[in-house]
């Protein structure tokens, strides 16, 4: 039962990290929404969930593009499997 719970909490924890994140990235606060998916991405490496991992990757991608870190912008591309590849969504 314990870890049905703790699976809860940290499932819990990664969405309220991503609400804050998409807070952040909408009014343009690039260094505050890069704080918040870092914490997402790392929950999702941790859970090996490749889906999640390549998402938050690529919102990563976005912040890093909007402050011009272009070589931050293509390692995180480059980590969820997209290269240099456009953005959709």
């Not at 990235?25 to 889906?51: G, P, T």
């Not at 293509?74 to 240099?84: K, P, Q, R, S, V």
């Amino acid at each position: 039962m314990k870890a049905v719970s703790s699976d809860r909490r940290d499932i819990v924890s990664l969405r309220m990290s991503h609400c804050r994140a998409e807070h952040a990235a909408k009014a343009a606060q690039y260094h505050l929404a890069v704080l918040h998916y870092r914490e997402c991405l790392e929950s999702a490496e941790q859970r090996e969930d490749i889906r999640a991992t390549q998402f938050f990757a690529l919102r990563l991608a976005e912040c890093y593009g909007a402050m011009n870190l272009r070589e931050k912008a293509a390692h995180f591309h480059a980590l969820a499997g997209t290269e240099d590849a456009p953005l959709i969504g």
